[in-house]
């Protein structure tokens, strides 16, 4: 840090350390530079300061009344300094403390009923943030600490660790199956109801194997919400393409068909490098991952049978 004077304050550990060692090759070896660096250094302090620090003698480095001043106050900022960044460190490896996690609106709820309970019985002073939505969260810039993807970040200081598979099947209610019965084959759904995805769903799974299936069949709701369309289907509004993780475990949900046409999608969890560090994080990473991997591995084998 340079200020206006041309004072660069990494000098100044230079300077006490030359003050405690007395002599250049002793400073060298403290600081693991070498002699002619911390002669240079220190000469550039006293002329941006424009004052002598030291006295030269047989005694080595003796420091000059200016030189006592400035040293006496530099020691406990140097203190100060050494304060902050163990308080840093305390923190990184402290079980406490707030972690963001960016997920969409159904995985908030897979989380909500187990895992996250879990954390605060375990480590109670650590508390999850949740951010929804369906738009990624730039981790790069901070916007979380953790986040559960569908694609694999390409950034180098990305870390994606793989839960599972997801999978994808056509479902419906009791009710609905009853008025109109099953699809006659998966080519077509027509005459049939739909509840489809819109906006920013149009580009996922769900909506491409729609697309070419919908002719004749008629979209009773639409919806950006995975949720919504869960709920939609489970009132009787039509049938549903959903995750098998939301589709198999909703209590108004039947199974029609498993997609098998539909290409799985790898489920990962995504920090910062940098985040692996923090105790907190580490934490929550862990129950994340146990939690939405045993549930991925669990609707595998019934989506399978």
């Not at 460190?89 to 895992?115: K, P």
Request: aromatic content about 2%.
């Amino acid at each position: 840090m340079n200020g206006s004077s041309g004072l660069d304050w990494n000098d100044l550990r230079y300077a006490l350390a030359v003050a405690d060692a007395r002599t250049l090759s002793a400073a060298a070896r403290r600081l693991r530079v070498s002699q002619p660096t911390v002669g240079r250094r220190l000469a550039a302090l006293e002329s941006a300061l424009g004052v002598a620090l030291f006295l030269r003698s047989s005694r080595g480095f003796v420091p000059t009344p200016a030189g006592t001043r400035l040293l006496r106050s530099m020691a406990a900022f140097s203190l100060e300094i050494e304060a902050v960044e163990r308080g840093l460190i305390d923190d990184e490896g402290a079980l406490r403390g707030i972690v963001r996690v960016a997920v969409t609106e159904v995985t908030a709820g897979h989380l909500l009923e187990r895992a996250i309970p879990r954390l605060r019985d375990a480590h109670p002073e650590i508390v999850v943030e949740l951010r929804t939505g369906n738009t990624a969260a730039d981790l790069g810039r901070g916007e979380a600490d953790l986040a559960v993807r569908l694609l694999k970040p390409e950034g180098a200081d990305l870390v994606a660790r793989k839960l599972g598979m997801l999978t994808y099947a056509l479902y419906a209610s009791p009710s609905y199956l009853e008025r109109h019965g099953a699809p006659r084959g998966l080519s077509s759904l027509e005459g049939h109801e739909v509840v489809a995805p819109c906006a920013e769903l149009l580009s996922g799974p769900e909506a491409g194997w729609l697309g070419p299936s919908l002719r004749g069949a008629r979209a009773s709701l639409r919806s950006a919400s995975v949720v919504a369309l869960a709920a939609g289907a489970a009132a009787g509004l039509g049938l549903v393409v959903l995750p098998t993780t939301i589709g198999h475990e909703h209590p108004g949900l039947r199974s029609v068909a498993r997609l098998l046409d539909v290409p799985p999608r790898a489920v990962h969890l995504v920090s910062h490098r940098q985040a692996r560090r923090v105790a907190r994080v580490r934490a929550v990473a862990t129950e994340i991952a146990s939690e939405l991997g045993a549930r991925l591995a669990r609707v595998g084998r019934v989506g399978s049978r």
